[in-house]
Structure formats: structure tokens, C-alpha cells
């Protein structure tokens, strides 16, 4: 039986085309795992990849051994992982990906209470507005929009996301209130830029009729690219905001924001928990999911983000 970190060298080589990417998935450096590799074709007789400057490229008999080993190997670590338990408790490093502000909003809350439970998990939180290679970058778990559906992940709606119009009373003190969603365009916008494109958002709403409306804005008040700092403008008192629920639901609870056209949202997609899909799954990815799904459950979260 050659030994489990030569085998993982190879599978994780073969599955990122280079020594230097398997080496961040493994924490391992680039030359322990050419090495780890090299002993392994050594034992077999065989080499297992053409290798250039720029690409690993398996052999006939790597792609033959790969396929012969890779799904029995994640089977062993899988079982592995799953008996890393310190007194029979779920326990290991927690490495989770999510968005900056929801994670410090609703994610980091549960962390007191799930380390009460799991004393000997150690989290390794991401807080990243970036996508993220769930697998290709080893994490056990991310919360958020717009991952790929890769091979090898599985996704759990954790609630549907809506966008209001918002703006802070002494913002709207002395104003009229708009009656429809032409009527924005004649108060102080704070437009969210796109950071992919460059281009500034538009505003569309839909009624709870099922018509839908796009308001054509003037030069705005100011733009961000980022909507924490939208809400904290619009907490200020600059202008009015459309942004998603999780942003404005703790101002809109407390009464320093006020929802405009209470009849008019936009259904911006689904907030999803994303980990691999394993038959299985490490104790520690396990029961993070569920205290995670749970507590979402019972906050009655998706409620809270739904306005119609």
C-alpha cells in the first residue's frame, strides 16, 4: 500500500495540472509534493506525467492509475475525516468561505454558540466577496450567491434574497414620499457601481401584481461599489438606496431606515450553502451544516428577507 500523502499528490496534481497547485490544496510545498510524486512512480515503475514548464500532462498509465485510485481514495479520506474526532467529537480546522458584510452580519453571531457545542472545531472563516473554488481551494463550506455548480458540489437554499428602495426618516422629513417607482428619480439616488463591468446599476422593481418598472435615474447623489457602504450612506441621511435585505433588515427593524413603496421589491436570487458532495462528510462539515441551517430555521431568516 504506497503511503496516503503520495497517492493525495498525485490526485490533487492530476487535478490541477501543476505540483504548485496541489501543493496550496495539500498546505505542502511545490517540491514536496514533486517529490511525493516521484517516489510514487519510483515504486510503480511507471511515470505518470509529461511534464513542461507551464502544464503536468498525465501519461497513458497515469490517466489509467487515476482512475483506477481516485474515487477509492476519497472514500479512505473521507472515512478518515470522518473518525477526526476528539472524544467523540466532531473537531478539526473549519475552513468556511461567505460574503464580508452577511458574514459579519448573520454568520459570525452563530460562531459563540457553535463553539459551545463543538469546542474542539477550530473555525477558518473567509470573509470574501470574491467566488471561491470550493473544491480546487479546500474549503468544507460556503455561504452565499452565484457559486458554480461544479461536479462535486451540492447546494442548500437558505433563503430568497428581495431589494427594497430604503432612506433614512430625517432624510425623507419634508419630503414626499414617492407613490410609484418613476417618482425615485426625483430624490438623492446612491447608486451601487459594478465591480465586474464598471457600470452603474439600474433600479428595477416589481409590484406585487407581477408588473415590473425601471426607473430611469438623474445624475445620483453618490456611487459606491460596495452595498454595506450604500446602506451606511443611506443610514446617514444622503439619499435613498435599493439594497437587499440582508443590508437594511437590522435599520429597518430599528426604525433608522424606512422602506419606500411598500408594495414594489425586486427578487435578487437566493443566499445558498454550498459544500462538497461526498458520500461522507467530515463530523466537522456535518454538524456545521446543520447548526447553520437550523439556526437560520429558527430565525426565521428567509421571513425576514422576503418583504411580499
Same mark, same amino acid.
Given at each position: 500500500?504506497? %503511503?496516503?500523502?503520495? /497517492? &493525495?499528490?498525485? $490526485? ?6 501543476s ?5 496550496r490544496? /495539500?498546505? /505542502?510545498? %511545490? ?11 519510483? +515504486? ?21 492509475f ?6 477509492a =481514495?476519497?472514500?479512505? &479520506? ?17 475552513k ?8 459579519r ?7 459563540g454558540?457553535?463553539?459551545? +457545542? ?16 470550493? $473544491? ?6 460556503a ?5 458554480? =455548480?461544479?461536479?462535486?458540489? $451540492?447546494?442548500?437554499?437558505v433563503?430568497?434574497?428581495?431589494? $427594497? ?8 422629513a419634508?419630503?414626499?414620499? %414617492? ?9 438623492? !439616488? ?8 464598471g457600470? /452603474? ?10 408588473d ?18 450604500i ?27 424606512v +422602506?419606500?413603496? %411598500? ?6 436570487? !437566493?443566499?445558498w ?36
Open positions: 500500500m504506497e %503511503p496516503l500523502n503520495h /497517492l &493525495q499528490s498525485f $490526485v490533487q496534481s492530476a487535478e490541477s495540472g505540483f504548485s497547485a496541489a501543493a490544496r /495539500l498546505g /505542502l510545498t %511545490p517540491a514536496a509534493v514533486s517529490k511525493n510524486v516521484a517516489r510514487l512512480e519510483a +515504486r510503480l515503475g511507471v511515470r505518470l506525467f509529461q511534464r513542461s514548464t507551464r502544464r503536468l500532462t498525465l501519461t497513458e498509465g497515469g490517466e489509467r487515476l482512475g483506477q485510485i481516485g474515487g =481514495l476519497a472514500t479512505l &479520506q473521507d472515512a478518515v475525516a470522518g473518525l477526526s474526532q476528539d472524544d467523540g467529537q466532531p473537531a478539526g480546522t473549519l468556511v468561505s461567505m460574503g464580508q458584510a452577511f458574514g452580519e448573520h454568520v459570525l453571531p452563530m460562531m454558540d457553535f463553539l459551545a +457545542r463543538y469546542p474542539s472545531i477550530l473555525p477558518d472563516w473567509h470573509f470574501d466577496n470574491q467566488q471561491v473554488d470550493l $473544491v480546487g481551494e479546500g474549503f468544507d463550506a455561504i452565499g450567491g452565484g457559486i458554480e =455548480l461544479s461536479p462535486g458540489v $451540492v447546494a442548500r437554499e433563503a430568497r434574497i428581495h431589494v $427594497v428602495a430604503v432612506a433614512a426618516p430625517g432624510y425623507l419634508g419630503r414626499t414620499l %414617492p407613490a410609484q417607482p418613476a417618482e425615485l428619480a426625483q430624490l438623492d !439616488a446612491l447608486l451601487r457601481r459594478s465591480s465586474p463591468t457600470r /452603474l446599476r439600474s433600479w428595477t422593481l416589481q409590484h406585487a401584481s407581477g415590473q418598472a425601471t426607473v430611469e435615474l438623474p445624475r445620483p447623489r453618490a456611487i459606491f461599489n460596495d452595498p454595506e457602504a446602506a451606511h450612506a443611506a443610514l446617514m441621511g444622503l439619499g435613498v438606496a435599493m439594497l437587499p435585505m440582508p443590508f437594511v433588515e437590522r435599520g429597518l427593524r430599528s426604525g433608522e431606515l +422602506r419606500l413603496l %411598500p408594495e414594489w421589491h425586486f427578487d435578487a436570487g !437566493a443566499v450553502l454550498y459544500y462538497p458532495s461526498k458520500k461522507l462528510l467530515p463530523a466537522k462539515t456535518r454538524v456545521f451544516i446543520d447548526f447553520v441551517l437550523e439556526r437560520f430555521r429558527s430565525e426565521r431568516f428567509a421571513q425576514r428577507m422576503q418583504v411580499a
